[in-house]
């Protein structure tokens, strides 16, 4: 199993950038897709960004595509997510997850098999 813990979140305005990091313990971490999720208050976890393991591909959720980038430094365990022009609809708390498996599609969070706590990110007017 594979520990997460995220870091990074804080109170911006609108049009600020945040850069939230995820560190990972286990050997497995660079073996699997690795995403990030989010939740706003009173709605569903709702799929982000997702790389793969090898870094050379990245997914992104409509809403946020051409704003947040997705890395990893899978020599450090660790995984970012860059997000600039940040919009009051980013308030959420974000989680970053990490697959464990090989099945399963990157933008289903039921896939994900390890989890880290979450981090707040508000976005002000």
């Known amino acids: 199993q594979v520990q997460l813990v995220e870091s990074g979140g804080g109170l911006v305005q609108a049009g600020d950038s945040l850069r939230l990091s995820c560190a990972a313990s286990?050997?497995?971490?660079?073996?699997?897709?690795a995403g990030w999720f989010r939740q706003a208050p009173g709605k569903e976890r709702e799929f982000v960004a997702a790389?793969?393991?090898?870094?050379?591909?990245?997914y992104y959720a409509d809403s946020v595509k051409g704003r947040f980038t997705i890395s990893r430094d899978n020599a450090k365990n660790t995984m970012y997510l860059q997000m600039n022009s940040l919009k009051p609809e980013d308030t959420a708390i974000y989680y970053c997850?990490?697959?464990?498996?090989?099945?399963?599609?990157?933008?289903?969070?039921?896939?994900?098999?390890?989890w880290g706590q979450g981090t707040q990110v508000t976005v002000s007017s």
């Open positions: 997850a990490n697959k464990g498996t090989y099945s399963g599609v990157y933008y289903d969070s039921n896939t994900y098999r390890s």
């Open positions: 286990g050997r497995t971490f660079s073996s699997y897709f």
């Open positions: 790389i793969s393991s090898s870094n050379s591909n990245t």
